[in-house]
Nanobody, 127 residues
Framework: QGKLVESGGGLVQPGSSLSLSCAAS????????VAWFRQAPGKEREGVSC????????YYADSVKGRFNISRDSAGNTVSLQMNSLKPEDTAVYYC????????????????????WGQGTQVTVSS
């Protein structure tokens, strides 16, 4: 019944910014931990960032810490990932996932995220 939809990807130059949105419909995203994963060609999917239900805690991978910020918009029923100072190595398909029973400790175990997944959005950072 419910769904999760990602948007905001695109082609940008190194050093620029993008904001990705993960929008929920027919369920309330505040009740769910939300994680962003990414997968680059030829590489395994990796956890990038996470925000726990009601924003009680956050997580950032070392590779993006200080550059990315995750936040909730309860009124809009969305979670955003603000990506700044983008690097070519950030190029990947970005996915959001939500699970009502997880905390951000689950970012290290991708198989635990079972409730909802978005379709993915392509981020390309290139000159």
């Amino acid at each position: 019944q419910g769904k999760l939809v990602e948007s905001g990807g695109g082609l940008v130059q190194p050093g620029s910014s993008l904001s990705l949105s993960c929008a929920a419909s027919r369920f309330t995203l505040d009740h769910y931990a939300v994680a962003w994963f990414r997968q680059a060609p030829g590489k395994e999917r990796e956890g990038v960032s996470c925000i726990s239900s009601y924003g009680r805690s956050t997580y950032y991978a070392d590779s993006v810490k200080g550059r990315f910020n995750i936040s909730r918009d309860s009124a809009g029923n969305t979670v955003s990932l603000q990506m700044n100072s983008l690097k070519p190595e950030d190029t990947a398909v970005y996915y959001c996932a939500a699970d009502v029973g997880l905390t951000c400790d689950g970012i290290h175990y991708q198989s635990l995220w079972k409730d909802y997944w978005g379709q993915g959005t392509q981020v390309t950072v290139s000159s």
